[in-house]
């Protein structure tokens, strides 16, 4: 599994599989945030079978499919609230983590620095300093 690690409470995946829930339990990983559309993947990873194997290894499971499209003020609002803003470890995938990492520096901007933003996703591997024009322009 590669699991990054963006803040001490969220992290974010490439794809992962129904049979790794369990172990994502036993990481401390509490919730799991699937933000892949199922247009993307066959019924075996899709967002009803990973939910069913979430919740038989005891994990919370929440989805909220994301494209660069349907990156709205409302959908990454809810996107937080559904991760970020829960008690517990979050685990939100998509097929890279990119768009993962990119919903949550979206949804973090006003709330933190660019700068801070940015080293969090860098940390996690993800280079998103094509978003620090955005996200100093919506700097606290």
Not at 67 to 84: C, L, P
Not at 105 to 118: E, K, P
Request: with cysteine.
């Amino acid at each position: 599994m590669d699991i990054r690690q963006i803040t001490p409470r969220y992290f974010v995946a490439p794809q992962i599989s129904p049979d790794q829930m369990a172990a994502l339990k036993d990481a401390g990983i509490t919730r799991i945030l699937c933000n892949r559309p199922d247009e993307e993947v066959p019924a075996s990873i899709g967002a009803s079978a990973m939910q069913t194997a979430a919740r038989e290894a005891g994990l919370d499971f929440a989805v909220q499919p994301l494209t660069h499209q349907t990156m709205t003020e409302e959908v990454i609002a809810h996107n937080r609230s559904i991760g970020v803003e829960q008690d517990g470890v979050t685990l939100a995938y998509c097929a890279s983590g990119t768009r993962s990492c990119i919903a949550w520096a979206l949804g973090q901007a006003g709330l933190q620095s660019a700068d801070d933003i940015l080293s969090a996703a860098r940390a996690g591997g993800y280079d998103l300093e094509n978003m620090r024009p955005y996200l100093e322009e919506h700097a606290p």
